[in-house]
């Protein structure tokens, strides 16, 4: 039990779909994070939420569009994605600011055909 | 930005053998440094970190040391068991910015 949830756990999609990735934490945390996870490649970060507010935006195509209506909850809506979008999608929290940990859940395993 | 190299990409040991993880990093104002363990089918967790006050921290197997002067941090596990066969990430944190290194792969021969 990491205290951060996603689902689903996998996602197949085509090109054309639209669908969404929840995160969802309980752990009193104010802040989240989008990382995409490919092969080979360090940890890619997408995009950064504190206390519901977007503070970054790593440079991500708008074929990704993050939402956080509450501090427990983080979605990634997708549209319009390409092959080269299959990864795995990490979702992590932290409390505070500072030297504090990320606490990351599991991952949606995304698949873009 | 700060800027993070990991080596080796890949580590394989015999059981009851150490292993040896080591980063480096650019950004002398960070001040945090986490070890992450990812196994397959699961998002990294947290083994250990140090902050940039202390230069070793110690917890049962796994060690972490710390050379600000340097800019370099490693991750010490020893007598190794087949469960510690995983992804390992390390991390260098200068307040809300967080830069991960690309990862070492683990494999301890049983």
């Known amino acids: 039990e990491t205290g951060v949830t996603q689902t689903p756990r996998h996602l197949v999609m085509g090109m054309t779909n639209k669908k969404s990735l929840k995160c969802e934490q309980h752990l009193g945390h104010n802040a989240m994070y989008w990382y995409k996870q490919s092969a080979k490649k360090p940890l890619e970060l997408m995009f950064v939420y504190n206390f519901k507010e977007q503070t970054e935006n790593n440079s991500v195509p708008s074929r990704f569009s993050p939402e956080c209506p509450n501090s427990s909850h983080l979605f990634l809506h997708l549209h319009t994605l390409q092959p080269e979008d299959s990864a795995l999608y990490l979702c992590?929290?932290?409390?505070?600011?500072?030297?504090?940990?990320?606490?990351f859940g599991d991952g949606t395993r995304l698949s873009i055909l | 930005g700060e800027n993070v190299e990991q080596h080796p990409s890949t580590l394989s040991v015999q059981e009851g053998d150490s292993a040896v993880i080591k980063c480096t990093y650019s950004?002398?104002?960070?001040?945090?440094f986490p070890w992450y363990k990812q196994e397959l089918g699961k998002g990294p967790q947290l083994i250990i970190d140090i902050r940039s006050n202390v230069g070793e921290k110690k917890d049962q197997r796994i060690a972490v040391t710390l050379n600000k002067t340097a800019k370099h941090f490693s991750l010490h596990i020893t007598e190794t068991q087949p469960e510690d066969s995983a992804v390992y990430f390390c991390?260098?944190?200068?307040?809300?910015?967080?830069?991960f290194g690309a990862g070492t792969r683990l494999t301890v021969k049983p």
């Open positions: 950004d002398s104002a960070s001040n945090y």
């Open positions: 991390a260098a944190n200068n307040n809300n910015d967080m830069r």
């Open positions: 992590a929290s932290r409390l505070g600011e500072g030297n504090q940990p990320q606490h």
